[in-house]
């Protein structure tokens, strides 16, 4: 289960950011995570749960924002947020794709005291 490894840096980060700003406390922690990234939000959140204790992020409460895939179509060039995990370009049917979003896992914001 790597949320776990995941969990322990997250909160690294967190304590860092915290002592870089002069906090004392981390209040809420809000993390994205595409559907693609391979990690698994509710195992994130209890490990989140788990590890915080005795940490600056002990309070925290932890926001998961849950991002979809975002591809552009080389064939007609048109960028679309997919509603189903179907590789293909829903005006052209092209596979032939990048991935703009919801492929990774972001640190996106940190509230502080």
């Known amino acids: 289960m790597h949320e776990y490894s995941i969990v322990q840096s997250l909160l690294d980060s967190c304590e860092e950011n915290a002592r870089a700003n002069s906090a004392t406390k981390v ?6 995570i595409g559907v693609m990234s391979g990690v698994e939000p509710e195992l994130l959140k209890t490990a989140f749960d788990t590890f915080k204790e005795k940490t ?17 179509c080389h064939n007609c060039a048109k ?3 997919l509603q189903k ?20 896992m972001y640190l996106m914001q940190l509230e502080l005291e």
């Open 27 to 32: 209040t809420k922690v809000t993390v994205k």
């Open 56 to 72: 600056m992020c002990e309070d925290a409460a932890f926001i998961l924002n849950i991002q979809p895939i975002v591809i552009k």
């Open 79 to 81: 960028e679309t947020t």
């Open 85 to 104: 995990l179907e590789y293909c370009c829903p005006e052209c049917q092209s596979i032939e794709l990048d991935v703009i979003d919801g492929e990774d």
